[in-house]
C-alpha cells in the first residue's frame, strides 16, 4: 500500500501556505482558581467563591437577526480546583414567568431555554466536547468528532452535575464537570471554547463567538475563543468500575403445549472498565455485558437481496467509538470496516427439529477497547472483542429426542484505527485495520458456513485547503478472506457480487478457492463554503472480490462509480426566505463488465422561511440500465427508466409541538408506481411530559420482483427459469413515545409500534431473454398454461414442460413494545426497570393492509420480557 499512502501525503504535504494558516482565536477567556472546597451546585450563585470570577457577557445573537447585541443579558463565570471545572451562569429576562421549565431525561430534547458549553480541549480546531443544561434541569451532553455543530455524538456520556432554577431575574445554572470526564494534554491548558444560550420561546440563538452563516471557511470548532488560566489540575483519571447484576424472565405468549423448551428466570452478572491510560487514552472493558434495556429494532419486511443495517444502541459499542467507526472523519461512501453490529449478532447456524431452542444473540464474553488522542495529534482507537461458541438444541416430538448442535464458533473481532492530523487546518491521514478469526472446532457444518478468517484495511486523507473552505479527500483499501472452499463460495454466491453469473465473463468464478481478494479506491474534490455556491466531485471503484461483511457493512462490490453535485443557496435572508439552496447531482453506477448499472439525475429544492418553517422538494430521473443482480445469479436483466418525488414540510422545531409531514411518489415505465405519506408530531402537554406520534403509510407496485429460479429452462436464459412477477406492497405503521420525567434522573419511557404489511404477487412470468426485461407471462404467452392449485401453489405447463412455483403472498403483523423506568440514583450509577413485548404473526393471505390492521398487530399473540438492572458507578484514584 506505499502508492496510496505516497498519494495521500503528496495531496496533504502541499505548500503551507495553499492550505491556510489558522487565525488568532477571536476571543479569549479565564477561568479562575480556587483553593479548598468548590461552590456547592444547587443553582444559587451566592456563594462567596463567583465573586472571584470575571463574567463573560459580550454575547452576539445569530438567530433572528444575525451580529445584533442580544435583547437579554447572559453571564458565565468559571472557576476551577485540581479535579473539576465549575460554571456559574445567569440568564436574564424581564419575563421571567414565561421561560419554560420543561423536565427531560438526559440528552432529551425539549422547549426549555438551554445553555451549551463546548470545550475544544486539545486545541486542535476540530473537535470538541459539549455539556448542555436546560431552564428545567435537563442536562445534554455530546462530542464532535469533526468541526462541524451538527455532528453530535450522544454515545458520549461522562459523569458530571448540573442544576439549573428560575427565579425573578430569570434563571441560573450551576455545573460541576471532573477534568477526569475529559480528555486533554498537558497540565497547564488552553481550550478552545463556545458558549451558546437558545431561547426557543424567542426564537432566538445567542453566542459568544459568533460564526456566521455567511462564511467564506466551513466549521464550527475552528472558530472557537480561546479558554486560558486552568493550570496545575489533577491530571490522573483513576478508575470507574460499574458492576452490574440483573434478572429476567420471558413469557411466551403462544407456547405449544408440546414444546419442551421453556422459559425460565435468568440472572446474570458483569463488570464495565474505564481506565485513563496517561493524560491521552482511555481504556474501556467490558466482561459480559448486557444489553437488555437497548430498544428494540423496528419492524420490516424486505423484499430486496440485501441486508437491512439497524442501528447501533449497544452502550459499549456506540460510547466513544467515533475513531473506530469512521464517524470522527466522515466521507461519502468510505467503506464500512467496522459495523459494530456484526459482534454479538444472531447465530448462522442451525438446528433440527419440531422444536428448536436457539439464542438470539451470539454471547459477547469480553471486550476492550483503547480510545484517544496523542499530543501529536494522533487519534488512536484499538478494539478487540471475544464471541462464544454457541449451542441450539432440537427436540423430534416423533422420535421424543433431543439434539445439540453448534450454531456460531467461537470467534474474535479486532480493529485498529490511526489518524493523524498534518498541518495548521487540520488536514488528516489515517488507516484502518480489521481483522476476524473463527475457531470451529471440528464443527464441519459451520467450517463450511463461515469463512475462517477476514481481514480488511485501508488509508484515507483529507488535505483541507483555506481552513476547509476546498477539501480533496480519497481513500484505499483492501480486503482478503480464507476459509473452506465451501465457505469461500457462500462468498462468491452472495447478494454483493454474485460470481457465478453465466453471462459475467469478466468474473473468475471457482467453488473450489480457498481464498478471495479485493480492493477499492476513490477520490474526491469539494467546495464546503462560501455564500452562494458549494460543489462536489467524485470516482470510487470497488472490485468484484472486495468483501468486507465479516466485521464490515457493505451491500454490492463490482461497482464503478461517480458523483457530482452542484449546490446554489443564499445564506443571507432577503425578503421571502430566511434561507434557501437549489441542488442538481448525477450518479453514475457501472460494473467491471462496463455495464450500467444506474444513472440517476436529481434536483432538490430547500426553502427556510422567516417563521422558521422548512419546505423540501427533490425529484429524480433513474435511466434505463442493466442489472447484475436483478436476477440474483443469473444473467443481466434491464430495467426501466423511471421518476421519484418527494416532498416535505416541517413547522417551527423551537416550539413545544412540532410538526412534519411528507409525501412521495414515483413511477416507472413498466408500470411500477409508488407512493407514501407519513406525518410526526411531537407536543409536550405539561412540563413533565413528552408525546410524540409518527404514522406511515406506504403503498409500491414492482413489475417486476424476483421470487425464484427453477432449473429446466430454455437456452436463451442458460438453462434456468427466472421467476419474477407484480407485487402490490402496502405498509403501515405507527410509532408512538410518551415519556415522563419526575425529575431529570428519574424517567419512564414507553415505546410502542404497531405494524402492518401486505404483499400480493400477481402476473407471473419469467425472464424471456437475458439484457432486456420484457417477462413471458404464464398464461397469456403462446403454448403457457398457469392453473391454480390451490394453497398459493400454481402449476405451469410451457410446451413440454411442466413445473410449479409457491406464490409468496403475505400478511405480516407485528407489534414491538417496550416500557423502561431509569433511575439515575447516584451519579454514574442506574436502575433500570424494563418490559418489552413482542407480537407477531404471518399469513399466506396477500390481502391488503389498512389502518385497522394495525389493531390486528396489537392483538397478535406474542412474548412478555421482564428486566431489573443496577449498576453502580465506583471511581478510583
Known sequence: ????????????????????????????????????????????????????????????TKLPVEGETPKVGTEIRLLFDRDALYVGARMFRPDPENIPTTVTRR?????????????????????????????????????????????RQYEFDPVWTGKARVDSLGWVAEARIPFSQLRFGARDQAWGFQIQRRIPDLDADIYWVLIPRSKDQSGFVSFFGLLEGIRGINTARGIELVPYAAADVTREGARDPRDPFGRDLVGRAGLDLKAGLG???????????????????????????????????????????????????????????????RIGASPRGGVAGDFVDQPRNTTILGAAKVTGRLPSRLSVGVLASITGREYGRGFDSTAGEFSRAAVEPASGFGVVRLQQEVGRS??????????????????????????????????????????????????????????????????QRSSARYYHRPDADYLDYDPNRTSLSGFTASIRGDKNAGRYTLWGIQASVKTPGFEINDIGQMNRADAIEFNADLQLRDTEPGKLFRYFQFGHAVF??????????????????????????????????????????????????????GWNYNVG???????????????????????????????????????QWEASITPRLTNTTNPRQFIGALGDGPTATFGRRYLFAFVDQRTVSTQVRLNYAFTPNLTVQGYAEPFASSGRFYRF??????????????????????????????????GATAFSFESPDFNVFSFRSNLVVRWEWLPGSTLFAIWQQNRGAALLTGTRVGIGSLWDAVEAPGDNFFALKASYWLKAR
Open 1 to 60: 500500500m506505499q502508492g496510496p499512502v505516497r498519494l495521500a501525503a503528496a495531496l496533504i504535504l502541499v505548500v503551507p501556505g495553499a492550505l491556510g494558516a489558522q487565525s488568532d482565536p477571536p476571543k479569549r477567556a479565564t477561568a479562575t482558581r480556587i483553593e479548598g472546597a468548590g461552590p456547592r451546585i444547587d443553582a444559587d450563585l451566592s456563594d462567596q467563591a463567583w465573586t472571584r470570577a470575571t463574567p463573560i457577557s459580550d454575547f452576539v
Open 107 to 151: 440528552d432529551g430534547t425539549s422547549n426549555a431555554e438551554e445553555l451549551v458549553l463546548t470545550f475544544d480541549t486539545y486545541l486542535d480546531r476540530r473537535t470538541g466536547y459539549s455539556f448542555s443544561i436546560s431552564s428545567g434541569g435537563g442536562r445534554s451532553d455530546y462530542y464532535h468528532g469533526q468541526d462541524s455543530q451538527t455532528d
Open 279 to 341: 493524560n491521552n487514552l482511555t481504556l474501556d472493558a467490558t466482561i459480559n455485558p448486557d444489553f437488555g434495556q437497548v430498544e428494540a429494532d423496528p419492524a420490516e419486511v424486505n423484499l430486496t437481496q440485501f441486508e437491512t443495517v439497524f442501528e447501533e444502541k449497544r452502550p459499549f459499542f456506540t460510547e466513544g467509538n467515533e475513531i473506530l467507526t469512521g464517524r470522527a472523519q466522515s466521507f461519502l461512501g468510505r467503506p464500512t470496516y467496522f459495523y459494530t453490529r
Open 426 to 491: 487540520q488536514s488528516t491521514v489515517g488507516m484502518v485495520l480489521t481483522g476476524v478469526h473463527r475457531g470451529f472446532g471440528g464443527v464441519d457444518a459451520l467450517e463450511r458456513l463461515l469463512v475462517r478468517d477476514a481481514v480488511s484495511g485501508g488509508v484515507d486523507w483529507r488535505a483541507r485547503i483555506e481552513n476547509g473552505k476546498y477539501e480533496v479527500t480519497g481513500w484505499a483499501g483492501f480486503s482478503h478472506l480464507g476459509g473452506d472452499p465451501a465457505a469461500i463460495d457462500r462468498v
Open 588 to 641: 453514475g453506477h457501472y460494473d467491471f463488465g462496463f455495464e450500467r448499472q444506474s444513472l440517476r439525475l436529481s434536483h432538490s429544492t430547500l426553502l427556510s422561511f422567516h417563521n422558521f418553517w422548512n419546505l423540501s422538494f427533490r425529484a429524480m430521473h433513474s435511466t434505463r440500465a442493466m442489472s447484475n443482480s436483478q436476477t440474483r445469479g443469473g444473467p443481466y436483466m434491464g430495467t426501466p427508466s
Open 649 to 687: 414540510l416541517s413547522g417551527n422545531p423551537f416550539r413545544a409541538t412540532t410538526w412534519s409531514v411528507g409525501a412521495g411518489w414515483a413511477n416507472d415505465r413498466l408500470g411500477g408506481t409508488g407512493y407514501g405519506f407519513s406525518v410526526s408530531v411531537s407536543t409536550r402537554p405539561g412540563p
Open 765 to 798: 412470468g419469467e425472464l424471456a431473454q437475458p439484457r432486456t426485461h420484457r417477462l413471458k407471462e404464464y398464461g397469456i404467452a403462446a403454448s403457457t398454461v398457469l392453473t391454480p392449485r390451490g394453497g398459493g401453489r400454481y402449476d405451469v405447463t410451457d
